[in-house]
């Protein structure tokens, strides 16, 4: 009898754990509530994304503590009615939230994909696409973005959304059909079990002794993570893989039509200008000798019609400046140059402005 | 979901724990169909359309077969190889032809333009379309019976344990088990669950970490100094090894928990000392298929044509299992190397036995062991290259004798870890092949060290297993 509720409430455990980790919101929620110091509480990153993944914050070498703010800014004035758009990943995130005021003399800047607007075409809209490196070939791959964006507006009930494509994903036949499995399957389950079955902070020590044991016995990192050949930096082993692959001429092209294609559709839409901004990884940068170009190529392609903010050469040239040690995202000085960089393009379309 | 995940190891538990709950046959079918569906839709949803398709075009054939006589028992039997053969064609070696008569094209000057197809290559198709086509031949050669229950079929082809790499079972032995009512057996879970933690062992302990070594050699292949690339080739050998046979540990004891009993996939082929003793030994479900479904049949229509029809027939299977990992030239050489070696030694085997009896019976051993091993390190550089015209640049690099980077990717005291861990694999298989462990205390303790050493010891980069691809 003991042994068949053991069984039962077993295989309701595992049931409900499975389901769980599925759920997004589920997992949303338990995050918000495990988000503590507690005993129970998640495992947070403070030290870096790659310092967490791979649980090394015994080797203080390597711990970062990545940008979140960046300086304000104020040299221009919003009378040129302007307003700003981005399209970003986590490399910009908390610009629209925290310091706005830094992307200087604009009267608004909005996130675009899943930010509260409507474009307003009596004024001149800019539009920055800014993406990780490693993204690039999967998101422009394909003209996703347009669809990721679309899909956010129409959630948002806004109205006027710019037509969507034919066909967006390529990935399948057509003679598949469309089925929505969400409920059942989730490309994140592994990550999801493991945060709920072992992410607790109580259980850190066990996983700090399995980094110490790869660090100082085998010299290595652990899991996803692997070290810089100068012993400098942690790197994404996914990355390290990535930014070696050679990009063939049918791939280039595919891909500068793509961003031809939206830039397009984004004009139509109503966008005086649209700036494209790959930042590149920490492998690109620090080290660059395997590294496959794939940055100054899509730069510097004469097909390209988007204007370009080129932070890679900036920070090629001093790679100790704007990389964080521990953590696949810029320092505060790249966040801070990448910001800059863009008020000095604003800041001389302002003066072309003028002058007409 | 691969066998190295956490998902893996959670819905196992849900579905065997859930399997023993039940009390009767039907349930428990019922139960293993949904859960092997769920198990092949969490890779890519909609590719369960295809295997659907194949699993009721052949359930059908196989019920037609028995049924009619004469020409139309060929019929269908046709019809339902056509029905498997047709999907690999389409999904897996499409793209090949099309490129190869893009090439022949543009090498006689002439401009061929046609479709290439962009989709990923759905999971485990070889193997599953292989046991389905096993049982069409079986239903048609009289030696099984069609089977009526389309449930108990179904699971056949799609029992999750063997459905993406095997092993290619045949109907004789997994029918028969799929609808007898198995109580629940603490000495098969035991084995079971042993055996499972074997298989981890050597995919996340030694597979993954000897993957690193390998990895670096075949994208390193011009930095690499020739001893770092004789080193790749020599660890890739036990890579793929502990990979697939530590994949086939975890579907047979995944079954034997369920009281289900999978042919063995592997045999100890290390110790092999001739090429014919190892294929008798490795991957042993995929070629006793290729022996009684092609080889046979085409050497006894062939056999008037005496030692031709033997190298025709070799030629014919290993061609066919080269192209059959993939849809490559650098498989279709590996394969035919294969044949080559099969050739000459049925040729040359009264010389060699001549020569070989002047020696010592351990000399004469060895030396087959390290000669059809050495053989082995080399056709595997065609398996494990990306393109044949690679495999050649490995091969040209390692005899070159040249200096360069001798770093393999893996820090010292690892690689001599690598070595140990490989030593322990080799021992315990020859020594304790077996996986039941009788007492229950030493079972707990075998349980629980496995567990710690995989943790501690296991490299966990989600890496896939190497079969899957195919």
Request: charged share 15%.
């Amino acid at each position: 009898m003991f042994k068949k509720i053991a069984r039962d409430l077993l295989i309701l455990f595992c049931a409900v754990t499975l389901w769980a980790s599925t759920s997004r919101t589920i997992m949303e929620y338990t995050s918000q509530k495990r988000s503590t110091d507690k005993w129970w509480g998640f495992y947070d990153y403070l030290n870096g994304n790659l310092v967490g993944l791979s649980h090394l914050d015994i080797v203080k070498k390597f711990n970062s503590h990545p940008a979140l703010g960046v300086n304000e800014h104020h040299t221009l004035d919003s009378a040129y009615n302007t307003v700003l758009y981005l399209h970003g990943d986590s490399y910009s995130a908390y610009i629209q939230d925290v310091n706005f005021k830094c992307i200087s003399g604009f009267q608004n800047i909005n996130r675009y994909s899943g930010g509260n607007y409507t474009l307003d075409r009596t004024k001149r809209n800019i539009l920055i696409i800014e993406i990780a490196e490693m993204q690039v070939r999967d998101y422009f791959g394909s003209l996703r973005m347009i669809k990721d964006v679309y899909e956010a507006d129409k959630r948002k009930e806004i109205t006027g959304l710019p037509h969507l494509p034919v066909s967006t994903d390529a990935r399948y036949l057509s003679f598949f059909p469309d089925i929505n499995t969400g409920l059942f399957f989730n490309k994140n389950i592994n990550q999801n079990l493991e945060c709920n079955l072992f992410n607790y902070n109580f259980m850190m020590p066990m996983f700090g002794s399995k980094a110490a044991l790869n660090y100082y016995f085998f010299h290595r990192a652990s899991g996803d993570v692997v070290i810089s050949n100068d012993w400098k930096f942690l790197l994404q082993k996914e990355s390290t893989i990535k930014y070696r692959i050679p990009i063939t001429s049918d791939e280039m092209t595919e891909l500068i039509e793509n961003l031809n294609k939206i830039g397009n559709h984004y004009k139509q839409y109503g966008f005086s200008e649209i700036y494209l901004s790959i930042i590149p990884c920490t492998a690109t940068i620090a080290q660059p000798e395997e590294y496959n170009n794939f940055i100054p190529l899509i730069q510097n392609d004469p097909r390209l019609a988007l204007k370009i903010i080129d932070i890679y050469s900036v920070m090629k040239n001093s790679p100790e400046e704007y990389l964080c040690h521990g953590d696949t995202h810029w320092n505060i000085n790249g966040k801070q140059k990448w910001v800059e960089m863009i008020n000095e393009i604003l800041a001389k379309n302002q003066t072309q402005l003028k002058n007409h | 979901m691969t066998f190295n995940s956490l998902q893996f190891l959670v819905f196992f538990m849900v579905v065997t724990l859930w399997f023993f709950s039940l009390k009767n046959q039907k349930g428990r079918v019922l139960l293993l169909i949904i859960a092997s569906c769920y198990f092949y839709m969490s890779f890519i949803p909609e590719y369960i359309l295809i295997l659907g398709g194949t699993i009721i075009v052949d359930y059908l054939a196989g019920l037609q077969i028995e049924k009619s006589e004469g020409g139309r028992r060929k019929f269908w039997l046709i019809l339902s190889l056509i029905a498997n053969i047709g999907t690999l064609c389409v999904f897996k070696y499409y793209n090949f032809f099309i490129d190869n008569l893009h090439e022949g094209g543009a090498f006689f000057g002439m401009s061929i333009s046609l479709p290439v197809l962009k989709m990923a290559l759905p999971l485990g198709l070889s193997f599953h379309t292989f046991q389905a086509m096993s049982y069409t031949i079986e239903v048609y050669r009289e030696n099984q019976k069609a089977e009526k229950n389309f449930a108990v079929y179904a699971l056949y082809v799609m029992f999750y344990p063997q459905l993406v790499a095997g092993p290619i079972e045949r109907p004789q032995n997994v029918l028969p088990q799929l609808k007898e009512f198995r109580p629940y057996n603490w000495d098969n879970v035991k084995e079971g669950l042993a055996r499972m933690l074997w298989g981890f062992y050597k995919k996340v302990v030694i597979a993954d970490r000897l993957a690193m070594i390998v990895d670096r050699t075949y994208s390193h292949t011009n930095e690499s100094s020739s001893l770092a690339l004789f080193a790749g080739a020599f660890f890739y050998y036990f890579q793929i090894y502990c990979d697939f046979s530590g994949y086939s540990d975890i579907a047979l004891g995944a079954a034997t928990v369920m009281n289900i009993r999978l042919i063995e996939n592997f045999n100890q082929p290390f110790f092999s000392k001739s090429i014919s003793e190892f294929w008798r030994k490795w991957h042993i479900s995929l070629y006793s298929w290729f022996y009684d479904y092609v080889f046979n049949p085409l050497f006894f229509s062939l056999k008037s044509w005496g030692n031709y029809a033997i190298v025709l027939c070799l030629l014919i299977t290993f061609f066919l299992s080269g192209f059959w990992h993939g849809a490559t030239w650098h498989h279709i050489i590996y394969g035919l190397l294969m044949a080559v070696a099969l050739i000459y030694e049925y040729f040359t085997r009264e010389q060699r036995k001549k020569l070989f009896s002047k020696m010592p019976k351990a000399l004469n051993n060895l030396l087959s062991m390290i000669l059809t091993f050495g053989f082995f390190i080399f056709a595997e550089i065609f398996f494990r290259s990306q393109t044949a015209t690679a495999a050649c640049t490995y091969i040209k690099k390692i005899l070159e004798l040249k200096g360069g980077s001798n770093y393999l990717g893996l820090d010292r005291m690892e690689l001599l870890f690598s070595v140990l861990v490989i030593v322990i694999m080799l021992c315990r298989e020859k020594l304790l092949p077996g996986h039941l462990i009788n007492s229950n205390k030493r079972f707990y303790l075998y349980l629980f060290s496995m567990v710690l050493i995989c943790y501690f010891f296991g490299v966990f980069a989600e890496n896939q297993f190497i079969y899957f691809q195919f």
